[in-house]
């Protein structure tokens, strides 16, 4: 219900007409820095819009920190423009790879880079997975939709020895008397 009415408020702001015609570009790009990603952390006027006026209603709140650098983004989409969904960041499932339990894995940063200096312990270390703790899962959870989460069942999996984790009593698979 929510979704159609966004939808159908950002539809009827997109419509032109000709007394407004030259604020629709002004509320476009307010309503695409609202509601869709911000791919810069914050919006610079363009020439045509250099009043301190305008200039204000492109600064969006919490964009800038304190200091006057910009804060991390996690680019989520919440409201998509064309049917008002969630949309998934393609980064993370690039990234990160999410286990049956919830927990999601990921490789060692920079293990790549400079493999000369490092020794035959470390890069043997690089090799191996890292686990992203609570916090870091519970974000990544936030930032994929529920296809995502749901447990996927590929032929030779190589990841299918740690999709079970027995060990705790939340996590073990249960188990039916037939």
């Not at 990841?159 to 939340?170: G, V």
Request: some cysteine.
């Amino acid at each position: 219900m929510l979704r159609t009415f966004v939808t159908s408020a950002l539809r009827s702001v997109c419509r032109q007409s000709p007394a407004a015609s030259s604020l629709v570009p002004l509320v476009q790009r307010t309503q695409r820095a609202t509601l869709m990603t911000l791919s810069r952390p914050c919006l610079l006027p363009t020439p045509s819009l250099a009043s301190p006026a305008h200039h204000q209603l492109l600064q969006l709140p919490g964009v800038l920190a304190a200091t006057g650098t910009p804060s991390n983004t996690r680019n989520v989409t919440k409201f998509s423009l064309v049917k008002g969904k969630r949309k998934t960041v393609k980064a993370v499932l690039k990234r990160f790879k999410r286990l049956d339990w919830g927990a999601w894995i990921r490789t060692h940063s920079g293990r790549q880079k400079k493999l000369f200096k490092k020794s035959a312990a470390l890069r043997r270390r690089l090799k191996q997975h890292v686990f992203t703790n609570a916090t870091q899962s519970w974000l990544l959870d936030k930032m994929v939709t529920s296809y995502w989460r749901r447990p996927k069942h590929f032929i030779n999996d190589p990841y299918k020895p740690y999709h079970s984790r027995n060990e705790y009593y939340a996590t073990q698979s249960k188990t039916f008397k037939v």
